[in-house]
């Protein structure tokens, strides 16, 4: 599937080409306005563009100082009060009619991994920002206030892990756990925070939501290969990562006869294999990755003694997560046992499964039949910054379709068609939810 | 199994600690004078020294300079004319009475691995040189003129292949291949010769050899376990090298379903798993090893695309070897279908069984009875430069047991009472060789 090119050229600076697949939009009724939302999503993709048509934009460095600038310019130019909270959490805050009431929020992260995608967070927090226009435009009020939210590091991969920023806000994490995380050089959070100019004087802490919602690129396949323009996300999988090491013994290749053999890579192959199969096990739609491996000596003619891999499992049944636990665990003490190989399993992260508020996701079914778009309810198996918003408030998140589900690489892509008709559900929904 | 320390203090020099493993030699009655030959062995051990009781000696380096001099020195003490060819490898000659005769050879290399042991490569030289001096000692003459050899690069690891210097002697590797060789750091292997000196003029070219021997431990357990003294190597098994790259594509690892993924780790690790089964099936010293491992982009939460492993099998028997590689292929072309990757397989080195000559086995048999040592016949199952000599003149090679057949690394050792007792063998069978 490839992209056409589309000639950017906004405010009359050279134009760069940015690579959003040009759709026509005029067939949609949309309560937003498309080409403004566009314009915005295109100078985003600009700040830190790679040049493969995605985006750099890791946390706290310039690139993320630079995205928050510009969306700091723009909520601004709202009207907007831009308040920043002590973790860099940055929350424009639109009046409502009741302003004391807990605001209806909206949002999602302008960081990304390295080399990342473009649509991974930006859609969320830009679309909530083109929904308050659409309300100004339309001198529409609210009755609770609106806050577009822009959560710090969000993506983990400089300072793990993943959505510090709203775990911080939900009380998960420590303001001070996190001020201390140190990047691969020595960076520490929160001096990175300090020199990039956004650590706040507001607290990080939780307080009162009246609802959460955010709107996301799925980054998985599921819509796209059904067809469905929207996904309403009723929670979020849990997830467990081990980190399985297995020691044997560091033996010549060439004079070690197999029956003596202690081969930590042939005990870690065979576990993966059977990790393999565990999924179908358990539920269609559970899964488990190997994504980290390193083995020790790494050497063509040397028994490698030390073979250390990550697994990653997610699921929303408990039950079938600590079911899946148990055969891993079984799979890899019979075959460190099979090959007479040490083997130590450690937890290195995980979360349960969140269940969404029904009363939001309904919302969102019910303004997307309204507007007349396909929909089907799912749960995200990635993690999302509304996972801890859910602790202080009814969230639920609204997908929309990616080419062929990738993200977290300079290939996610989407149509603008389905960028805008999930803009359209967030306006519709957020202002049923600030209305209510 | 522990090593006992042994004071050296050698030459009145400060006792540096190594750790030779003491045994009373006392109940051997050899032809060589044990106690020198250890002072021998004890004094290169220091090149290069590791804290972990290893040398660290990769070729051409400072440290394989300091160990090639204190070699050269004491072949001048011994009386020996010192010849070095184009690629440094060294012969130290011992006239016979028909000085014209293709010289009895024997030798082995001072370079190491990183890291590696003691014995691998020295125990050979250092062998050959006693056993000169005992001829010396007797005043014995030798039909034949003696060469011990030093050769350059045995291992190989900075400059690949191994048994660079022995290749090129042989003929089967051009000079100036060698010379344009590079390390990790761009070094070029003329320039670091040149550079410790030891760019010879004598030619480095094919020559009638009378016979070549070379002493080494076993690098293997089969003596070791067997308690077996004197293991008579009958030829070098072949060698098959091969990279295999698995191809996928790279996805979330959670809303990626199982079925719609493209996992290049899952495809490797069945095909890893799959190899190990392979050497049974065809004899029982068959051997197959993966060392070598990488993925990308090895991250916990993302679904590896491409998988990058080496395999390593030997034997020697040719149809053998042949039959593994058509078995490997298919389970990587098998495992990589089921998973629907692209694969590529290339070759990236090998040679072909090389077997001894009968009667240099048949005389090293022989002086092992005369001795009393027990014996078997074996194969290495290593490279050695012996497979280049052989092609030169009548070869074949002593192995001794070492513990735990450990070698490539500091753990390596070995009991000296079985270093005095291969020794032994090599000077009973070289002055054979040297005399017929």
Redesign the interface.
């Known amino acids: 599937m490839r992209t056409r090119d589309y000639e950017a050229g906004v405010n009359g600076r050279e134009s760069l080409r940015i690579p959003f697949r040009t759709v026509n939009v005029r067939g949609l009724e949309l309560l937003i306005n498309p080409d403004r939302f566009r314009r915005s999503m295109e100078e985003m993709a600009r700040v830190g563009a790679t040049k493969g048509g995605g985006v750099n934009r890791l946390t706290l460095t310039d690139a993320d100082k630079q995205a928050r600038d510009l969306f700091a310019a723009w909520v601004s130019d709202a009207g907007l009060e831009l308040q920043i909270d002590e973790m860099g959490n940055m929350f424009a805050r639109r009046a409502g009619r009741e302003d004391e009431a807990p605001p209806s929020m909206a949002g999602s992260h302008l960081d990304s991994v390295p080399n990342g995608g473009r649509f991974d967070g930006s859609l969320g927090v830009l679309a909530a920002l083109e929904v308050v226009r659409t309300l100004n435009d339309k001198n529409v009020s609210t009755r609770r206030p609106i806050e577009i939210v822009n959560w710090t590091n969000e993506e983990g991969?400089r300072f793990p892990p993943s959505m510090l920023g709203s775990g911080v806000f939900a009380g998960a994490i420590a303001l001070d756990t996190a001020y201390e995380m140190k990047d691969a050089n020595g960076a520490r959070f929160l001096d990175e925070l300090e020199r990039i100019g956004y650590r706040g004087d507001a607290p990080c802490a939780p307080r009162p939501i009246g609802s959460y919602l955010e709107l996301h690129i799925?980054?998985?396949?599921?819509l796209v290969?059904e067809g469905v323009q929207v996904g309403v996300v009723e929670g979020i999988?849990g997830?467990t990562?081990l980190r399985v090491t297995m020691r044997g013994e560091?033996?010549?290749?060439?004079?070690?006869?197999?029956h003596?053999r202690r081969?930590a890579?042939?005990g870690?192959?065979?576990t993966?294999?059977a990790i393999?199969e565990i999924?179908?096990k358990l539920h269609?739609?559970?899964?488990?990755?190997?994504?980290?491996?390193?083995?020790s000596?790494?050497?063509?003619?040397?028994?490698?003694d030390d073979v250390t891999f990550?697994v990653?499992f997610?699921h929303n049944d408990p039950e079938l997560l600590t079911e899946a636990r148990r055969l891993i665990e079984e799979a890899a003490r019979r075959e460190a046992e099979r090959e007479n190989l040490e083997v130590e399993i450690q937890d290195?992260g995980g979360s349960t499964p969140t269940a969404f508020d029904e009363s939001v996701a309904q919302v969102i079914r019910n303004v997307s039949e309204e507007a007349g778009y396909s929909h089907r309810p799912m749960w995200?198996?990635?993690?999302h910054d509304a996972r801890y918003a859910a602790d202080l408030g009814p969230t639920a998140m609204i997908f929309v379709p990616c080419v062929a589900?990738?993200?977290?690489?300079e290939e996610e892509d989407m149509d603008w068609e389905d960028a805008c008709r999930g803009c359209d559900v967030l306006a519709r929904a957020l202002w049923k939810m600030a209305d209510s």
């Open positions: 991969p799925e980054q998985g396949p599921a290969s999988f997830l990562w560091r033996d010549h290749a060439g004079p070690t006869p197999m003596m081969d890579l042939v870690a192959a065979r993966i294999a393999r999924p179908g269609p739609e559970f899964v488990a990755t190997v994504g980290e491996f390193s083995l000596p790494n050497a063509i003619n040397v028994i490698p990550s990653d997610r290195v995200s198996a990635a993690g589900g990738k993200s977290h690489s």
